[in-house]
């Protein structure tokens, strides 16, 4: 198979994450017989001080034109005040928009390796926590109008939360779809009982719910949820949420499964083309120190060949080579324990290194 990817490595850490991540892909191609070619993109601070803009025209283009994209991070502090539109968080805002990737999954699963990481009593997390969170991508209060008013001698900030119909029921379906590939159980989330546009998404989804008869839904209010993911995160199979909603619950779970540099995510519409990125940011505190953990990233290469390129075997044999490399005890600064436990301690190159040396065809 020949496909072409647009590599976004982004600020921060990012390059050093993307790299490894690359390297794994490349090793893929090689086991198997494809043919992996990449196409640099810039998007972010960098393009920001490259171009002025965070994502030129021509840099979507390139992303519109691959057969996915692989993101590092994007952001950092030397960008904090730049105005609104011209962050780099906006070209990944536009990124997303531009490709239309309106449904983004996000799994909450906890690698046992790394059981005792997790900040949740032993008790809770051996009950299990693996779930998956689809967070609407492209709508909402991410995309309403911002504008900061003058009004009465101060300074009124206006966002504004916008969902229609259409815009619910395409990620509920995703939603109920991926439940009924999972353990069938659903979990709406919103806050129905203040917002508006959270009871038109209530209403969406227990419409959907009648072509869905195998899968139980629920509704919880996001606060409550906030609350259950720490008390009880085993009763959680799909939870489906708005876009703001789902940013703060994926960082939640993210952190109850031990670091949230092991978790990848996905973002994809209506082809194949997907966005792929771990779900962390670019932590500049640890750029260029060689520490960063870049499996969140590698397994979201791993996502890419299974769910954009068909490549099921690839991808399990990537994810077996990270567990593989766990087992072995090696471990990045985020992930390692207090105590002494038997691990070694390895930066990113090390730790990429290791889960391209474990990496067999399976
Ligand atoms: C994420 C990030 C982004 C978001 C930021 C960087 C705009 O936090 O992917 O979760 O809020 O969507
Ligand atoms: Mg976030």
Not at 125 to 136: A, N, P, T, W
Not at 184 to 194: A, I, P, T
Not at 319 to 343: F, H, K, N, W
Request: charged share 25%; glycine share 10%.
């Amino acid at each position: 198979m020949t496909r072409n990817i647009a590599l976004i490595r982004g600020d921060g850490i990012g390059p050093e994450i993307v790299e490894q991540a690359l390297l794994v892909l490349n090793k893929v191609a090689a086991l198997y017989g494809h043919t992996f070619t990449y196409t640099d993109v810039d998007m972010g601070g960098n393009a920001i001080d490259k171009w002025g803009d965070p994502l030129p025209q021509e840099m979507l283009q390139k992303c519109l034109d691959s057969d996915s994209v692989l993101l590092g991070a994007v952001g950092g502090p030397k960008w904090n005040d730049v105005p609104g539109p011209m962050r780099p968080e906006k070209g990944l805002l536009r990124l997303r928009a531009g490709m239309g990737v309106y449904s983004n999954n996000r799994p909450a699963k906890i690698w046992p390796q790394l059981a005792s990481a997790s900040p949740l009593k032993q008790e809770i997390v051996d009950k299990g926590i693996d779930f998956l969170i689809v967070r609407e991508l492209t709508g909402g209060i991410y995309f309403g109008k911002h504008e900061t008013l003058h009004q009465d001698g101060e300074s009124v900030a206006v966002d504004e939360l916008r969902y229609s119909e259409s815009e619910i029921r395409r990620i509920g379906r995703i939603g109920f779809e991926s439940a009924r590939k999972r353990r069938g159980k659903l979990c709406s989330v919103e806050k129905s009982n203040v917002l508006d546009s959270s009871r038109l998404w209530k209403k969406v989804m227990h419409e959907l719910a009648e072509e869905y008869p195998d899968v139980t839904l629920s509704d919880m209010l996001v606060d409550n949820c906030a609350m259950q993911i720490v008390k009880d995160p085993s009763q959680f199979d799909v939870i489906v949420t708005e876009n703001m909603f789902g940013d703060i619950l994926s960082d939640e779970a993210s952190m109850i499964t031990g670091s949230i540099g092991m978790i990848p995510s996905s973002s994809l519409g209506d082809t194949t083309c997907g966005l792929y990125e771990p779900i962390h940011g670019s932590a500049p505190d640890i750029a260029g120190k060689d520490i960063a953990n870049p499996i969140g990233t590698i397994l979201a290469a791993a996502m890419m060949l299974r769910y954009s390129f068909d490549l099921a075997a690839e991808a399990d044999a990537i994810e077996s080579a990270v567990s593989a490399v766990l087992d072995q005890g090696y471990r990045t600064a985020d992930i390692l324990p207090d105590q002494a436990t038997g691990c070694i301690k390895v930066g990113c190159k090390e730790m990429g290194r290791l889960i391209i040396e474990n990496l067999t065809k399976g």
